[in-house]
């Protein structure tokens, strides 16, 4: 029976989103991929190269001592507008005038998606791109696109294996943490840490029915609580605790775990820091994380969900922190570290609900971000921190018609189409949400029994069993030290260099500040001695 259950589960993480990128169509002669994309040098001259050029306009002598990526995981353009107007007319304004918090912010650019081997992007790649710096094949983390998607061997190659933003914080003495809703496993947030050929290898018996053998391709969730850099993360809060538990175990909600290797990384990652005597806690539910508020250890795991955590609109308010609170406990832990930190925090499930075609839970879910975004701008100083706020791809939402002034935005359109049937101001032009139609002609919305409520999906062109991300620009918002070397359109892959030439962390080029914020201790010190010299004499 419990076999039975697991099995399913299995299947259906293993279908479900993200479906493998089609082979090429035979009919089609494609043009060859510039052979050298796929190595990480490749990427990182583009990025040099950029940064060259754009720092000549750049003005700004401050460096930032901490760095804040927040990802909104397929916030796209239109929802950002769509969300931007749900924001207002909860308000009781007309909406479109309104503005999220980080669109105030100074520096605003556009990064291009795609990845090496795909036009439309996964959050795989994605996150290589973001985080690494290095763009690669679509559904592989942490490694170039000389690895091919579930090529073990290859992505064991050390000229294969890219660094992360992360490592490069943690080489310079910055502490680190992530903080996500969806598993702390999922493709996002195992940009920061981990190297895989393929970003279903969340725990072994993934990579044992993939035929790959996982003492050698070790699984995601080993990377993050065996290996380094995932070891030296001060805090990871998210869901996920099935990648972490034997099968034979049951968590403290019921959900099962999916290892079969025997191993409890919970455990390991708790005995880890005892054996090391460091102050550490693991926490599972809402009420556990908000007792560690006003004075958390120095290292925190929260597991608040078996797969994913809850969407804010539906959840559970004794067992899921919000994103919000999950973000000020990461800072305030990471603050603590007088050389600054790196923080990685992800609306994870903006994209969830857009694959559902659940349009009312993700503007929600998008607001929730925004809400985490203003909670750390409020808490850490404009002149040493620099945030980035993006989105890793696109989704097909559109915000569509020729709606008048203020309108809701879960509304209809002023119009209708050419069946004399109405639509929404916002669709998508596929998704489960498809409906058949009655002698070719649409069916009236408006008639859904679950019409207007969270789940209900919104209006789609053609039926997929899930919606698809889009394969337009994302933008990227930056408040701190050289905001405006985001401004432009350019490779997502990109930002992390920019970012480490901010913080003065990774391989370089670095900010001219930098320089001079190494030797500033030194020059005080010079400084305070020659006036004590001068008062003694
Ligand atoms: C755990 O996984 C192993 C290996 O796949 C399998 O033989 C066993 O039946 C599973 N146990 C449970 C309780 O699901
Ligand atoms: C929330 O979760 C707690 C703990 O599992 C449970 O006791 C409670 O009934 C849940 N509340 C709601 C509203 O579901
Ligand atoms: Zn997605």
Redesign the pocket.
């Known amino acids: 029976m419990r076999s039975k259950v697991l099995l399913l589960s299995l299947l259906a993480a293993v279908a479900a989103r993200h479906p493998e990128a089609p082979t090429h169509s035979k009919l089609r002669n494609l043009p060859p991929i510039n052979a050298a994309e796929f190595t990480a040098d490749y990427w990182y001259n583009e990025a040099r190269a950029a940064i060259e050029k754009r720092s000549k306009r750049d003005p700004d002598q401050n460096v930032a001592r901490n760095l804040i990526m927040f990802l909104g995981d397929g916030m796209s353009i239109p929802t950002l507008a769509a969300a931007r107007a749900l924001k207002g007319q909860k308000l009781d304004r007309t909406g479109e005038e309104e503005e999220l918090f980080f669109e105030s912010f100074p520096g605003l650019g556009l990064a291009k998606t795609y990845c090496v081997n795909q036009q439309i992007a996964d959050s795989a790649c994605t996150a290589t791109a973001y985080l690494c710096g290095v763009k690669n094949n679509y559904g592989t983390t942490g490694v170039t696109a000389a690895v091919s998607r579930r090529n073990c061997e290859a992505s064991l190659l050390e000229t294969n294996r890219v660094e992360s933003i992360a490592e490069w914080a943690l080489a310079a003495g910055k502490d680190v943490g992530i903080v996500t809703t969806t598993r702390v496993t999922h493709a996002s947030p195992s940009g920061v840490y981990a190297k895989s050929a393929d970003r279903h290898w969340e725990n072994d018996a993934e990579i044992i029915s993939d035929s790959n053998d996982p003492e050698r391709c070790v699984d995601i969730a080993r990377q993050l609580i065996q290996m380094n850099p995932g070891q030296q993360l001060k805090v990871i809060l998210g869901g996920g605790r099935r990648e972490f538990l034997p099968n034979t175990t049951f968590d403290d ?1 019921g959900g099962q775990g999916f290892r079969t290797d025997g191993q409890n990384l919970i455990e390991q990652w708790q005995q880890d820091k005892s054996d090391r005597d460091l102050s550490h806690d693991y926490v599972w ?1 809402r009420d556990q994380l908000m007792n560690h508020f006003d004075s958390p250890p120095e290292y925190l795991l929260g597991l608040f969900e078996n797969s994913h955590m809850q969407y804010h609109l539906e959840a ?1 308010a ?2 899921e922190p919000t994103l919000e609170e999950m973000t000020e406990i990461a800072i305030k832990m990471l603050s603590r570290n007088e050389k600054g930190f790196f923080l990685f925090v992800e609306g994870g499930r903006i994209d969830h609900a857009h694959h559902d075609n659940y349009v009312h839970i993700a503007l929600d879910e998008t607001l929730q971000f925004e809400k985490a975004v203003e909670k750390a701008a409020g808490i850490l100083p404009e002149d040493d921190t620099l945030i980035v706020v993006t989105a890793d791809h696109a989704h097909v939402m559109a915000y569509n018609g020729y709606t008048a002034r203020g309108s809701p935005i879960y509304g209809l359109s002023d119009e209708k189409d050419t069946d004399g049937m109405p639509y929404m101001t916002i669709s998508y032009t596929n998704g489960p949400g498809a409906r058949t139609q009655v002698n070719g002609i649409r069916d009236d919305i408006r008639q859904d029994g679950n019409f207007g409520e969270n789940r209900w999906r919104a209006h789609v062109e053609f039926p997929l069993e899930d919606e698809t991300h889009g394969g337009d620009d994302v933008a990227v918002f930056a408040r701190g030290p050289h905001y405006r070397l985001f401004a432009g359109l350019y490779e997502q892959s990109q930002i992390p260099h920019v970012m480490a030439y901010v913080g003065c962390i990774g391989p370089g080029p670095h900010a001219p500040g930098c320089n001079a914020a190494t030797t500033l201790h030194v020059t005080g010190l010079v400084l305070l001695l020659s006036v004590v010299k001068l008062i003694l004499l």
């Open positions: 909600e539910n559970n004794t067992t």
